[in-house]
């Protein structure tokens, strides 16, 4: 059997190295050094017997065995949303196509035909069908991939405004969900521009009293009876400080949720989840965005549960926070990325520091200007 090792990148992921066709092939496994090691035995074991699989075989058969090779390198929600896009876009465009026979041409003309999705998702089906057929190539199934061609014939995908409420608008919806289940989810995402599995997650022993929330996990819903709570989206926990008023308002939330609890015969602790419904119980990803969307349709809101962390990052943005104050508290791996999503923001924030320019340049005129004028009588200067 050919070689190869497995190396730690951090607790629960493992980097597994190999060579095939000459060339050096890494893949990532989430789980145990075990399981990796399990995994590189059965991709070497591929090697081995040349990568034979379903090259005569279809596309669809490929998909079949490419998800079922995912679920052990990838995490269950990205498994989750490739296989979801390969049964409603991809294979019904190329399941029946014979594997080593797809060729760029075909993929550049059933593509052309998501004209009705949006550019990002068509170039959302593209890199997943890019990764897939990347894999069969590294495991020998097929020579060549023929996504490679069409990577500088992606959809453009310009980045929309995004939809986000004014201060009096964020005044009115915490006042209308005051009292309800709503309460703590609407405070939290506003105040921190947390992810909404990042919100669930949320217990008390999290936040410090002083209003410091500490946010090192997150919960995702795989489906509604798998609810898997881990590492946030970037595997970074970060330190966020509520605003005053998040912190009053999530203080008043606690004691209604110990009456609430006190009512069934039981006591929150520090390990109770901040966001509960009326009897208790944690509310997962899913019950806070539907929770969410009633409220929405109600006020005649105009955005979604995630418009709140888009609303909280604009807000900060046009107070005077800095890209990077911001980036931190959303969690973002760059900066960059955060400019790019609120380069609009920011970009109304550079307009008014030429106004605050121009007015310490008046400031300054203007006392120059005193300094010049002669002095009043009576302050003459002595002889």
Known sequence: MSGGHVRQRSPGSYELRYRAAGRTITATLRGTR???????????????????????????????RWLKIAESELSPMTVKNYRAAVEKHLRPLFGNDRLDRLTPVRIQEEMGRLTGLAAST??????????????????????????TPLRRRLPKVEQAEKA????????ALVDAVRGTP?????????GLGARVGEVAALRWSAISDDGVVQIAEAIREISARDKRRGATKTSRSRRVKLPAYGASELRAWR???????????????????????LVGRALSP?????????????????????????????????????????AERLGHSRPSMTLDIYSHVVQGVADDAADRLDAVMLRARSSKAG?????????GVQT
């Open 164 to 171: 986000v409420l004014d201060p009096a608008q964020c005044a």
């Open 371 to 379: 300094s010049n004028q002669p002095q009043q009588s009576g302050q």
């Open 182 to 190: 709503m309460h703590a989810p609407v405070v939290l995402a506003l």
């Open 34 to 64: 075990r399981d990796a090691e399990r995994e590189l035995r059965r991709l070497l074991t591929e090697v081995d017997k040349g990568g034979r699989g379903p090259a005569k075989g279809t596309v669809g058969e490929w998909f079949t």
């Open 255 to 277: 004691r209604e949720q110990a009456e609430q609890f006190l009512r069934l015969g039981a006591r929150p602790t520090s390990d109770t989840a901040v966001c509960t419904d």
């Open 122 to 147: 068509r170039r959302l089906m593209h890199n997943i069908l890019n990764a897939s057929l990347s894999r069969a190539v590294e495991l020998q199934v097929l020579d060549r991939n023929p996504c």
């Open 286 to 326: 899913t019950q806070i965005s539907d929770g969410f969307r009633r409220v929405k349709r109600r006020l005649g809101l105009p955005i979604s549960y995630h418009g709140l962390r888009h609303t909280s990052a604009s807000l900060a943005l046009a107070a005077g926070a800095t890209v990077k104050e911001v």
